[in-house]
């Protein structure tokens, strides 16, 4: 299984790993029978969840509703730390992550919208960097693992913090190094392989490091490192699996 998930998500194109990933979670998910390990997201336990990731690591993936390790902890962030299954709440989802779209679709209170330049599950078709909303449109953004792909991650923020309403929050989290007090980007590099080699995946443009609340705050947007992990028990991260090292970056509006 881990030789398969590693070759799909390194040679397939994304679009259509999200087109067809949820017929293979309904596959292969009943090999999975047991309570060792459970989703937040979905409610579903298992004996383990599957591997994921250019190296195929081990017990990351929901195989129902295909979460990882950020979406579960975000989702429990999200109902416990927020509004966002209460309140009237106009939001924004870039990139729509697929264990989250469908279960926020069906929320009431929710006015919500899905955009992305590529994801077929996606309603609106649109360059993060510019934008086709008006200033102050949305109470809530979700930006999720999109900066690592963006050349001018700048020109990207601006518009986020852009459309967000006075009063509005982004979740931007990105994957992060925190061996590198510095992000590390060179755009002389553009060959997948080589991608792959200096940052991580090949179709990113970077790797970011310590510096990246810094970075988000040269657009004017106010960031709250929110380290939400040291809620849980042991127990509790072992048996959903989180990343110890993950952090919730919390984007507030701001003028810019």
């Known amino acids: 299984m881990k030789k398969i ?6 040679k397939i194109p994304r679009p259509i790993l999200i087109k067809f990933s949820f017929l293979f ?12 390990v459970e989703c937040p997201v979905c409610g579903n336990h298992f004996r383990k969840f599957l591997p994921y990731g250019n190296i195929g690591s081990d017990n990351r993936l929901c195989p129902s509703c295909l979460s990882l390790e950020r979406h579960r902890l975000l989702w429990i962030y999200l109902k416990e730390k927020t509004g966002f299954f209460t309140d009237k709440l106009d939001v924004l989802h870039i990139a729509p992550e697929q264990p989250y779209y469908k279960k ?18 996606a309603k609106v078709k649109m360059d993060i960097k510019e934008m086709p909303f008006n200033d102050n449109s949305f109470d809530v953004l979700l930006c999720n693992h999109v900066l690592e ?7 990207a923020t601006k518009e986020i913090n852009r459309v967000l309403k006075p009063d509005g929050w982004a979740i931007l989290q990105v994957p992060i190094d925190l061996n590198l007090e510095k ?8 060959d997948p392989k080589e991608r ?3 940052f991580g995946q090949y179709d990113h443009v970077r790797q970011y490091g310590k510096d990246y609340s810094q970075r988000l705050e040269r657009s004017g947007l106010k ?3 929110v ?15 989180f990343d110890k090292s993950e952090i919730i970056y919390l984007c507030k509006k701001a003028d810019i």
Do not use: C, M, W
């Open 183 to 190: 992000t590390y980007e060179d755009f002389s590099i553009t």
């Open 223 to 225: 960031v709250t490192e």
């Open 25 to 36: 979670s309904k596959i292969i998910s009943v090999f999975y029978f047991g309570n060792k």
């Open 196 to 198: 792959e080699k200096h």
């Open 227 to 241: 380290n939400f992990i040291d809620s849980f028990t042991e127990e509790q991260i072992e048996r959903y699996r």
């Open 104 to 121: 926020f679709e069906k929320l009431k209170n929710l006015n919500y919208t899905t955009a992305d330049i590529v994801s077929p599950i």
């Open 149 to 155: 792909h963006i050349d001018d991650e700048l020109k």
């Open 5 to 10: 998930i590693t070759f799909l998500v390194r």
